[in-house]
């Protein structure tokens, strides 16, 4: 009887390669908790007990790092919209519409943009004969932001239902750039408060440290008993909870 190949591919792929970037955000973040465990229980102890929320920390970090990419997205997709507004008005198809937009993309980002390849991906995608909307779909799966998606859906529509192509969809990219706008602005409105939470959220920590350097006797009654122990784990949470509460306060969608 034959044994079965081992689907080494398969067992290869569940190995997550680890970017150097993420390399760096695990070390920075180690050394933080290994940091903020000696401050607060003034023990490698409490330094090595901390060690694994630095995974917490890691997490953060690379959602925070996508939310900024997916912020650039949006930008760069705005312009995007706007490109081919301008090109439907000035009578290309919707076709010819998408690859000058491209072109319009690369003068604006000159250094290169998130979504290039994304955009090239496409214009070779309609030289080989794919249909723009079917194109553009795959592209809103690899890219799954709620305006991708919802302009593949309105191109979609637009061709089945036939009518002025042009018109509906500047009305339909007029719709989708106000609220990218409006997002935007409200963005801009929250920047100075989300600035003020990560102020008031490391000030016990740098109040920690400043009484540890300047007068270390001032805490020595919080070090190596149970009592401290206990109550700078609660002040330790607290920090914590209070972090994730004003994070959640700050958070709007549109």
């Known amino acids: ?4 190949p081992k689907q080494w591919g398969k067992n290869l792929q569940l190995h997550k390669r680890f970017t150097g970037r993420e390399i760096g955000v695990w070390i920075i973040s180690l ?4 940091g903020i465990g000696y401050l607060f229980y003034d023990s490698w102890i409490g330094s090595v007990c901390l060690i694994p929320f630095a995974y917490f920390i890691v997490h953060w970090y690379m959602q925070w790092w996508e939310g900024k990419q997916e912020q650039k997205k949006r930008r760069e997709f705005k312009e995007l919209l706007y490109a081919l507004s301008a090109n439907l008005r000035a009578g ?10 491209g072109d319009d993309l690369q003068t604006i980002y000159s250094e290169g943009y998130l979504l290039q390849p994304e955009m090239e991906r496409v214009k070779n995608q309609l030289h080989l004969k794919i249909s723009l909307e079917q194109a553009v779909q795959e592209f809103a799966r690899r890219n799954p932001l709620e305006e991708i998606e919802s302009f593949a859906e309105l191109l979609s529509t637009a061709k089945r239902s036939g009518g002025n192509l042009v018109h509906m969809m500047d009305k339909a990219i007029g719709i989708l750039t106000e609220k990218m706008e409006v997002e935007q602005e409200i963005q801009t409105m929250l920047s100075g408060k989300k600035l003020e939470q990560r102020i008031m959220c490391g000030m016990p920590i740098f109040m920690l440290l400043y009484l540890r350097i300047t007068n270390p006797l001032y805490l020595s ?3 190596h008993n149970w009592v401290g122990v206990l109550v700078m784990t609660a002040c ?8 994730c509460w004003g ?7 549109v």
């Open 1 to 4: 009887m034959l044994k079965k």
């Open 31 to 34: 050394c933080m908790v290994g």
């Open 92 to 101: 290309y198809s919707m076709e010819n519409a998408w690859i000058v937009a």
């Open 221 to 223: 009654g919080l070090y």
């Open 236 to 243: 330790l949470v607290a920090t914590c909870i209070a972090a």
């Open 247 to 253: 994070a959640r306060l700050i958070r709007i969608e």
